[in-house]
């Protein structure tokens, strides 16, 4: 693995060394696995010419399935069979990356369609050409309407309550995607589904203990993220007194959950390593909890392990919490930010801590009588000070409600 030529790199913190490789993945648009119901041509011949068009662009050939389309479309004037052709349409134009003549034909499919599944197809694809876009309020507003038409089937309306709070997840309106979530339980997107990063937190059921994980966010678990194993050679955590933050001084993940969890993947290959290899040689990766740019928490090392993120004795019960990224002269983002209040609002009140008890990485080492690092950096560390004022942790109002009636 290459090493990062900056000076920083020699100074003390683990993830410094690290070059992420980024995946040149990125979010773009969904993919469909054309089980929509939508408008049915009325006539069955439109309906098997619809379907075949369908079928090209699921094959990967959305332009020729796109020419069969406009061409049908202009010798069709029966109406319910053009909301069909023009719902399609707008799927192959998506999927070769015509975002506004997807637009132009789910609007115009959603006019023609004579009954409400029809225009929640074409809602649900005006949603999926926003999302595209990264205009998330507007795909919300979209899939809401989707929803209203209360033309969606069962498994149609979990995911349209799904992708609702996928988008507010990225806006950072966490309230709003665990509701969202609630409503979307039962749903599993197909492994080639952009949305299928997020998981929401599994019910905690009194027949279990209950996890660590946060009630109420969304988190992408280690098997998710392809996380390997956690090796024999680690401590049991013990009780929690403390959280310390740090950031990983990498670059930032390219946006998408693909990159987020390749990012994560490569900090464990990292500090799995021995050293042999360039790598650390530990049981696992060394944080409990990271979150990436767009606010995605990844479950780092399970926080029954002690980790191994402070350094020495400092680790002792001690949650080690990393925003990916290098914050050293830029703040994180405000999705990140507010993933990190909500994750440690949780965990203190899981954990019963002072917010004094929260500090960056720097101010633990500098309370070990160990030297100084650039970690988590003056805009991370402003967010801890706030944090041990106890801003957003007596905000728990929210948190209580997402976790009502849990053990
Ligand atoms: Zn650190």
Known sequence: MRRQPSPRVRLSHPALLLVLTLSTA???????????????????????EVAAAAE????????????????????????PARAAILLEMGHCQLAKGDRSGALESYLASSAFAPDPGGRAAAYEGIGDVHVADG????????????????????????????????????????????????RSSGHRPPASDPFV??????????????????????????????????????????????ITVHH?????????EASGRSAVRSIQKYHQSSAEQGGRGWADIGYHFLIDPEGRIYEGRPVTVQGA????????????????????????????????????????????????????????????????????GPFVEGLVWRLQKGEGLSGAAASQRGTAGLP
Not at 161 to 169: E, G, K, N
Request: glycine share 12%; net charge positive.
């Open 26 to 48: 990125s979010c773009t648009g969904l993919s469909r696995s054309g089980t929509s119901a939508g408008s049915r041509a009325s006539d069955p011949r439109t309906a098997s």
């Open 56 to 79: 090209l662009r699921r094959g990967g050939d959305p332009r020729r399935g796109l020419d069969h389309l406009e061409r049908l479309l202009q010798r069709t004037q029966d109406r």
């Open 135 to 182: 205009a998330f309020g507007l795909a919300i507003d979209a899939y809401e309407r989707a929803l209203a038409t209360g033309g969606l089937p069962g498994t149609g309306a979990v995911r349209a309550h799904y992708r609702v709070a996928v988008c507010h997840q990225r806006l950072g309106h966490l309230d709003e995607a665990r509701d969202a979530l609630v």
């Open 197 to 242: 990063w997020v998981e929401p937190f599994a019910p905690r059921s009194p027949a279990r203990p209950p996890t660590p994980l946060p009630g109420g966010l969304v988190l992408v678990p280690r098997a998710a993220w392809g996380a390997a194993p956690l090796r024999p050679n680690h401590d049991p955590m013990g009780k929690v007194v403390r």
């Open 248 to 256: 990983t001084a990498t670059r930032p993940p390219a946006p998408g």
């Open 309 to 376: 993120h402070a350094g020495g004795s400092a680790n002792q019960g001690n949650i080690g919490i990393a925003l990916i990224g290098d914050f050293s002269s830029s703040p994180p983002s405000f999705p990140q930010e507010q993933a990190l209040f909500a994750l440690v609002r949780d965990l203190v009140r899981r954990h019963d801590l002072s917010p004094r008890r929260i500090q960056g990485h720097s101010e633990v080492r500098l309370g070990a009588g160990e030297g100084g690092t650039q970690c988590p």
